[in-house]
């Protein structure tokens, strides 16, 4: 049966892909499966979100569940009103950083982490079978429409140290993308004593500021803007919030790895453990076994974290693009906790925030492609690791530890391809060892 949900919820463009007749039939499909209760349900900013967010929210009522709606708010927030509200589950309406063309929707479990794949797949099933178990007149679902985002700043605030970091008086400007973020974040950031100076901060689902996804290139007004206030912080959030992204005093761009490394520097303590995908750059591993903690890796993708930092106990994790999970608050990728971490570790340190980047330190990545036919990956994998008589790694894919740095060699989850991914001190060190293993694979091709 062909999938419906990709490696992070379903996505696709919208009256294409994304349709209303989908959400309505994923509404029932998703009620039918978790059964009557209530179902928390929130959206970003974009313009499709009304079209999905009323149909998902039929097919719902149909079988028999009521409808908590919380507006639009950040996925965190909607992740922590789940189980702050004892809901059976939710779901949140978001493309997360896709162009604005897009839309997309996530199932969250009843303890606010993102369904995992069983659930997805009895969810599929219903879906592709029909199988939806319509009540009668008389049992059909409500809406309530609920307003939870003080209590989503209140649980951020309680996990740092909300009055250090009032007496720090901080400027920071905040650049929202035009996305969830503008409806809860700078209100955080004021409650935290900060001088907040907003950019791109009125919802808007034609994202006229910039493209939803926080990067280098497009976050070159928050770079400007940072130098031009004699602020302290910048930071970038994506269209729904969950990922942060952070630039210094002086306006330079944080590198997501060096992001995760500062903060596990600070948060990670002798036995801990702090999880992170395979493909995370070693500067992460450094600083946490200095400090004698122990790093967990996973295969690439957020939830995978997630699941993992449930499983082992560990005290932090994230991916290099600004996803950062904290799990004494939740186990959810969370931009509002990223910027109040990073707001309470420049509070308690004393030091600039060019300061503690540069206790990091510096690795170059260097990343490539080829085109592989998906029957011939596995034989690619395998001889790798037969040749190969270095220290390895095979969570997802191939990681080789070379004496000046490692390698990834794993297949695309998404295309017939495989990634390449080499990491050394210096940039000509990494593209020479991503070139290695790139002509080696292309001789297994051949
Ligand atoms: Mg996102």
């Known amino acids: 049966m062909p999938r419906l949900f990709g490696t992070n919820g379903i996505r696709g463009i919208v009256n294409q892909e994304m349709t209303s007749e989908l959400a309505l039939k994923l509404g029932m499909a998703t009620g039918t499966f978790f059964g009557r209760g209530s179902y928390v349900l929130g959206t970003d900013t974009r313009i499709s979100n009304q079209m999905l967010k009323n149909a998902f929210t039929s097919g719902v009522l149909s079988v028999g569940g009521d409808i908590i709606d919380v507006g639009i708010v950040p996925s965190p927030t909607l992740q922590y009103s789940v189980p702050y509200l004892c809901a059976q589950a939710g779901a949140m309406i978001t493309a997360s950083h896709n162009p604005p063309e897009f839309n997309g929707i996530k199932i969250i479990d009843s303890d606010g982490t993102e369904a995992e794949r069983g659930i997805e797949e009895k969810i599929e099933n219903i879906f592709h079978k029909d199988a939806y178990r319509l009540v009668f007149w008389d049992a059909i679902g409500q809406v309530q429409y609920m307003d939870t985002r003080d209590r989503y700043r209140d649980a951020v605030r309680s996990q740092v140290n909300e009055s250090l970091i009032q ?146 106990s560990a005290v932090f994790g994230g991916e290099e693009n600004g996803g950062l999970i904290f799990p004494r608050h939740q186990y959810c990728r969370d931009g509002g906790m990223a910027m109040a971490v990073m707001l309470d570790i420049m509070a308690h340190t004393g030091k600039t925030l060019s300061q503690l980047a540069g206790e990091i330190p510096s690795y170059a990545l260097f990343k490539g492609k080829v085109p592989c036919p998906p029957g011939e990956m596995e034989r690619i994998l395998e001889e790798l690791v037969e040749g190969e008589n270095q220290d390895m790694d095979l969570v997802d894919g191939v990681k080789i530890f070379l004496p000046e740095g490692w390698v990834l060699v794993r297949p695309s989850g998404t295309e017939p391809l495989i990634r390449v991914y080499a990491e050394a001190r210096d940039p000509k060190t990494a593209e020479k060892i991503a070139s290695m293993y790139l002509a080696l694979v292309r001789e297994m091709l051949k």
């Open 167 to 312: 007496e720090k008086k901080f400027t920071v400007v905040l650049d929202c993308g035009n996305g969830a973020g503008s409806m809860v974040m700078p209100y955080l950031l004021r409650e935290l004593g900060c001088r907040v100076v907003s950019l791109n901060c009125q919802p808007d689902g034609l994202f006229p500021g910039r493209l939803p996804e926080p990067t280098r290139d497009t976050l070159s007004d928050l770079l400007c803007m940072v130098q031009g206030n004699t602020a302290d912080m910048g930071v970038a959030l994506d269209g729904d919030a969950d990922r942060a992204v952070f630039v210094t005093e002086t306006g330079g761009y944080l590198d997501g790895d060096k992001t995760l490394a500062l903060m596990a520097h600070h948060l990670v303590s002798p036995g801990e453990k702090c999880v992170t995908p395979v493909s995370s750059s070693s500067c992460i591993s450094d600083v946490v076994t200095k400090n004698g903690g122990e790093m967990v890796y996973t295969r690439v993708g957020a939830p995978l974290v997630a699941r993992k930092m449930i499983e082992v």
